[in-house]
């Protein structure tokens, strides 16, 4: 497996309790701190959560931590399961848009917010 490397930005806002837990990301990706994830159901391993896809990653549910190359291979990589995040700092897959990320979290119950800063 590949390595991750954390490079801090603005990306966490707030008081919110930040959670973080390892995950495997899925071989073929180059993915930044802030990339918007959720699960292949058939693999359990993470990718940039796309509206229209139907491999079970269309619903948002972790934000990675981490810049991750897991280009040449999977990679595990910390992500947050609970945060505060500036929305223009989040890397939105195809269809997202913030508001249907915060909805999507809402809609799990999860302990993850996104902040439209101004």
Do not use: W
């Given at each position: 497996?590949?390595?991750?490397?954390?490079?801090?930005?603005?990306?966490?806002?707030?008081?919110?309790?930040?959670?973080?837990?390892?995950?495997?990301?899925?071989?073929?990706?180059?993915?930044?701190?802030?990339?918007?994830?959720?699960?292949?159901?058939?693999?359990?391993?993470?990718t940039?959560?796309?509206?229209?896809?139907?491999?079970?990653?269309?619903?948002?549910?972790?934000?990675?931590?981490?810049?991750?190359?897991?280009?040449?291979?999977?990679?595990?990589?910390?992500?947050?399961?609970s945060?505060?995040?500036d929305?223009?700092?989040?890397?939105?897959?195809?269809?997202?848009?913030?508001?249907?990320?915060?909805?999507?979290?809402?809609?799990?119950?999860?302990?993850?917010?996104?902040?439209?800063?101004?």
């Open positions: 497996m590949g390595e991750a490397i954390f490079a801090l930005n603005d990306l966490l806002v707030s008081d919110v309790p930040v959670i973080t837990r390892n995950i495997t990301i899925v071989s073929g990706q180059n993915l930044k701190r802030g990339a918007v994830l959720d699960n292949i159901t058939a693999s359990d391993k993470y940039l959560s796309a509206s229209a896809a139907a491999d079970g990653s269309q619903t948002p549910a972790l934000v990675l931590a981490t810049d991750c190359d897991a280009s040449a291979g999977d990679v595990v990589a910390a992500a947050y399961a945060g505060a995040f929305s223009t700092k989040l890397i939105l897959g195809a269809g997202h848009t913030a508001a249907t990320v915060e909805a999507a979290f809402r809609k799990a119950g999860a302990p993850l917010y996104v902040r439209v800063l101004k």
